[in-house]
């Protein structure tokens, strides 16, 4: 009898995955074009490479699949079509995550702290929303640049400094990106405690509106760089392996994770609570901004930095109390928190105009515009007989003489008028065209020599 029983069961756990699998596969061929192309427009995408619309189509085929099956199932969260809908997953992990976890982590000494360390019998409030107490800045957007670390961080600066002070400003990502390189790595990714070194060594940071975000790396401004109008007096690691010792953090202000968010369903998540597959594999640093329960089932409120189209108008909450030490995609093994004693310096004053660039002087007889990249036109042998001008500072030259690419951008694909990231990359920018330079009113003696990628 117990053996026919489990047959049975078998059965009827395979017939509601083929009637899963049946809904998900009932959208037509049409319907799967047309939801592919609102989507273009929707995130204002478009391929320039002659077969990579066709590529991306199936790939967002494939993902339309997974979700659909998903969403068909008996789930406490749902799935969507985001920004990421092109993206394979191997390429999701590749662009949008930066955390350089535990391998790599340097612990200094006097870090670790008591001071949310949870204590048998302690009573904890039931729930906490930082985002109502004024404490946490609109959603951002990292772009693809692996800078999440930056992002938490100075999420988790902003919060302590709106409580301890009142005011709520917006931080520069850009400026620990470009500026904090002892052990960050900018777009390369970084360690939230190694950001909070850095502005505590600093002396401060500077906010978003005077060192906005570009999501690229960049050369660190020295001069905003001293603009110190926010600073904290320390950081510490919340204890780790314990829910409890986090919600207690929680509780006071909102604290920097890690958590594992390579996972397929974290990618195409939409809303409810996340109970999907994660483990403990920290690449992505985030902020505890709160937590709650929802019908018995308790969360983790975590701000993103992909922008609002991902996730809960870019939150996502994350399945709390789960029974294991380390928590929901290891939300509970690397938590740290800055630390603020006092107000901040008296405002900067105004930044002083930074000095006139010169202009590019190409030879002799040619220059260029300031921040403007002198590229040949016309050569013969190594000599250049005409010099152009590429709008843009340390530019590439490409090798058709007419067209140039962002630094950032350094592979010429000239025939599809592209400058791309790396060799076999799909993403790329326009390439810049050259304008004649100008000659120099005074020539002297000498020889142009060709400047050429």
């Known amino acids: 009898m ?20 049946a809904n998900a596969a009932d959208r037509s061929e049409e319907e799967v074009l047309q939801l592919y192309e609102d989507w273009l427009l929707k995130h204002q995408k478009s391929y320039n490479a002659m077969d990579e619309k066709e590529r991306r189509f199936e790939v967002f085929r494939d993902n339309l699949q997974y979700i659909d099956e998903h969403n068909a199932g008996k789930h406490s969260f749902s799935l969507g079509l985001n920004r990421f809908a092109d993206l394979t997953n191997e390429e999701y992990r590749a662009q949008f995550l930066g955390l350089r976890s535990s391998g790599r ?8 702290s008591d001071r949310y360390r949870f204590l048998d019998g302690e009573s904890l409030p039931e729930s906490i929303d930082w985002r109502e107490k004024g404490a946490v800045n609109a959603i951002k957007d990292q772009g693809s640049c692996g800078s999440c670390w930056a992002f938490s961080a100075t999420a988790a600066i902003e919060g302590i400094n709106q409580i301890v002070t009142g005011d709520l400003i917006s931080l520069s990502e850009q400026e620990l990106v470009d500026c904090d390189r002892s052990y960050n790595e900018g777009c390369n990714g970084g360690l939230m405690d190694y950001a909070f070194e850095f502005v505590i060594a600093n002396g401060g940071i500077d906010t978003e509106e005077d060192y906005p975000y570009t999501g690229v790396d960049g050369i660190c401004d020295k001069i ?20 409890k010792s986090l919600q207690k953090a929680v509780a006071h202000q909102p604290v920097s994770v890690s958590i594992e968010g390579s996972g397929r369903a974290f990618q195409f998540y ?9 483990g403990t594999d920290l690449d992505h640093g985030v902020v505890a901004v709160g937590y709650g329960s929802e019908s018995g089932s308790d969360y ?41 004693s006092g107000p901040n310096p008296p405002k900067p004053g105004p930044t002083p105009p930074s000095p006139v660039k010169p202009p ?10 300031a921040s403007s990249t002198c590229c040949c036109l016309a050569d013969y042998g190594l000599l250049c007989l005409q010099w152009g001008c590429c709008p843009l500072e340390g530019a590439i030259c490409c090798e058709d003489h007419l067209s140039c690419c962002p630094h950032e951008y350094p592979v010429c694909y ?26 120099l009113l005074k020539i002297s003696d000498g020889n142009g020599k060709k400047s050429e990628a």
Do not use: Q
């Not at 117990?2 to 699998?21: D, M, T």
């Not at 982590?105 to 670790?112: C, D, F, K």
């Not at 905003?224 to 829910?243: C, F, K, M, N, Q």
């Open 360 to 369: 590019s002087v190409c030879d002799n007889y040619y220059s260029c515009p």
């Open 2 to 21: 117990e053996s026919s029983s489990k047959v049975a069961i078998f059965f009827v756990v395979v017939l509601l995955a083929g009637a899963i699998a």
């Open 224 to 243: 905003r760089e001293l603009a110190h109008v926010v600073t904290i007096t320390d950081y510490e690691d919340v204890p780790g392996y314990s829910e």
């Open 105 to 112: 982590r340097r612990r200094l000494a006097g870090v670790g």
């Open 270 to 278: 939409s809303s409810g609570i996340f109970t999907g597959s994660c």
């Open 300 to 340: 983790w409120i975590v701000r993103n930095s992909w922008g609002t189209s991902w996730g809960e108008d870019g939150y996502i909450r994350l399945a709390r109390n789960i029974g294991l030490s380390f928590g929901k995609c290891g939300i509970a093994m690397e938590a740290s928190y800055p630390t603020k």
């Open 414 to 439: 000239v025939e599809a008028g592209l400058c791309l990231p790396g060799k076999g990359n799909p993403f790329g920018v326009m390439a810049m065209r050259r304008v004649p330079a100008t000659p």
